[in-house]
């Protein structure tokens, strides 16, 4: 996977995903406009998502009936990093049920796994601008 983001000035950021548009923004008080989420947002939100996609899938492999889910993430910040999330899991079902999927459920998640795994990362500057998808120009 591959995704690039373009700056649109102030702290408004662009990603272009398949045919969407994420817009990523700071809010008024840090200097953004509040266009969007801000990055951290995003993230809480990508584990959020993941993780109730995560729950579902486990559901349908073992064809069993979900008539709702929804997953509340907490984040807590230790300085400049995200330290610990609580995930928490809500249905009507009862909670036996979702709690005999949940192992299979957190091992779908590939942004908890991906959390967990210590992923590396590499910084690198370019040579010049990216030319083949133009960013539209700062405002």
């Known amino acids: 996977m591959e995704l690039t ?6 702290y408004r950021v662009r990603v272009p995903v398949r045919g969407f548009e994420i817009v ?29 996609m995560a729950v579902v899938h486990t559901f349908r492999k073992r064809d069993r ?21 609580r995930l928490v899991v809500h249905s009507s079902l009862p909670r036996q049920e ?12 590939y942004v908890s796994n991906t959390l967990l795994g210590d992923p590396e990362i590499e910084y690198v500057v370019a040579d010049g601008p990216l030319t083949s998808t133009p960013a539209a120009p700062p405002q």
């Open 5 to 10: 983001a373009y700056w649109e000035g102030d």
């Open 24 to 52: 990523s923004d700071e809010p008024v008080e840090f200097g953004g406009d509040d266009a969007g989420p801000t990055p951290t947002e995003l993230l809480v939100a990508s584990m959020a998502v993941c993780f109730t």
């Open 65 to 85: 009936n979900l008539p709702d889910v929804a997953v509340k993430v907490t984040a807590g910040y230790d300085g400049l990093r995200l330290s610990r999330f």
């Open 98 to 109: 979702v709690e005999a999927l949940m192992d299979r459920a957190i091992s779908y998640c």
